[in-house]
């Protein structure tokens, strides 16, 4: 299949503040040049708008000196529903004409409208590293190592994001999914059993930060944030 829905489990675990939750949710992997066709009634519930996402991957890694020459990009997050989504991570997976992954560009996303793309190049155990460049949370300083694993998902999905600060773990990120096929018939499971999902992320986020900043946990000031173009 070359494009899938994962039902997904997604994990955020603070070390300081220490907060930990967890949310069900369903993630698409898709073919940026075989994006899914849905019957009509349904393609409200799942677009991928190019405003939303890397409109010009391609051009965007050349000018890193990445050169895909063709090759496959499968991209892994939430399609707007009803005109909004929300993507805290979007991860993509980018080929070259043999089918090689070439490397992993991972685009993280705020709730202040900012984002900001990491360019990785993951090793044999899929995983890569990267120094924190772009403010996510109030509550967590600006510095800080980026440790992830990344593998390509295929029955299963398996991502790891750990965020070190000080020498010592202060976020740890998981998703872990199982596939589904991208059906008219699983598409709209999703939606009965979760509805609203990218309205629900941003809505889960917000009150988790509302939780914190009632605990009195210092708010680090925002910095200018940049989209990538």
């Known amino acids: 299949m ?35 066709v849905l019957p009509r009634p349904l393609r409200p519930f799942a677009r991928f708008r190019d405003r939303d996402h890397l409109a010009d991957l391609r051009g965007w890694l050349a000018e890193r000196g990445v050169r895909l020459d063709g090759g496959r990009v499968r991209m892994l997050a939430q399609a707007s529903v009803l005109g909004y989504v929300f993507n805290p991570l979007t991860v993509y997976w980018c080929h070259d004409p043999d089918g090689h992954l070439e490397c992993v560009v991972a685009e993280v996303h705020n709730t202040y409208g900012g984002r900001h793309r990491y360019l990785l190049r993951p090793d044999a155990n899929a ?67 979760r509805p609203l999902m990218p309205q629900r992320v941003a809505a889960s986020i917000r009150r988790h930060g509302i939780a914190l900043w009632l605990r009195r946990i210092p708010i680090v000031p925002r910095s200018q944030e940049t989209v990538d173009e």
């Open 127 to 193: 995983r890569a590293a990267a120094d924190k460049e772009f403010y996510v949370s109030p509550f967590l300083p600006m510095h800080g190592h980026y440790e992830m694993r990344l593998p390509e998902p295929d029955e299963r999905l398996a991502v790891d994001v750990l965020l070190r600060q000080d020498g010592k773990p202060s976020l740890v990120a998981t998703m872990r999914g199982h596939r589904r096929p991208a059906t008219a018939g699983t598409l709209i499971r999703m939606l009965l059993t």
């Open 2 to 36: 070359v494009n899938a829905i994962y039902d997904t489990v997604v994990t955020h675990a603070r070390r300081a503040p220490r907060n930990r939750f967890s949310h069900r949710m369903y993630l698409w992997l898709v073919d940026l040049d075989d994006l899914p």
